[in-house]
């Protein structure tokens, strides 16, 4: 069965970065996207960008350049996002989500990061 | 960025209602509609995506529709475990973008 598990969570202080990672099994990694969201606490979901695996292409918010960095690597089928410069403003739950040719059927479970001295 | 703009925000309805959650996009973005339930401590789950295709093991009580720039959910008799934030998003341009959800809670 298809799964997408996510580090845990991760506390961190203002100014660092903090890198995540979503472990795909159950499907071909390399022919799906993976898609990242944010949810800040109580509020709505931001879509922050995607990458396809099999060739590493990327689409982002442009919200979120220079934020947040996209990887994979093909031979552990894992996705990571690299956030940088944290402020408390990038507190909040992360979670990844693939893509075919229809949006987000599965998702990982969440990673909380709180940003906080 | 397209806006996708969900109405109501909240509503609490009774058990076996019928009850319809509805989103306006600020641009055509034609059959590239999905909508997705949050429960509390949950990650999302896509009920509907295509405007009106059912995803995999929702049930059946559960549809999607549109008409023009107007998309909705509709339950058709609400159970309990219907009681959660639903949020639609649209996926024809980037930035994938997301309406501000609807918080269904029960009366």
Known sequence: QVKLLQSGAALVKPGASVKMSCKAS???????WVS?????HGKSLEWIGEIYPNSGATNFNEKFKGKATLTVDKSTSTAYMELSRLT?????IYYCTREKITPFDYWGQGVMVTVSS | DIQMTQSPSSMSASLGDRVTITCRASQDIGNYLSWFQQKPGKSP?????????LA???PSRFSGSRSGSDYSLTISSLESEDMAIYYCLQSIQYPWTFGGGTKLELK
């Open chain 1, 26 to 32: 159950g499907y071909t990694f390399t022919d799906y």
């Open chain 1, 36 to 40: 990242w969201v944010k949810q800040s």
């Open chain 1, 88 to 92: 408390s403003e990038d507190s909040a």
């Open chain 2, 45 to 53: 789950r896509r009920m509907i995506y295509g405007a009106t295709n």
């Open chain 2, 56 to 58: 995999a093991g929702v």
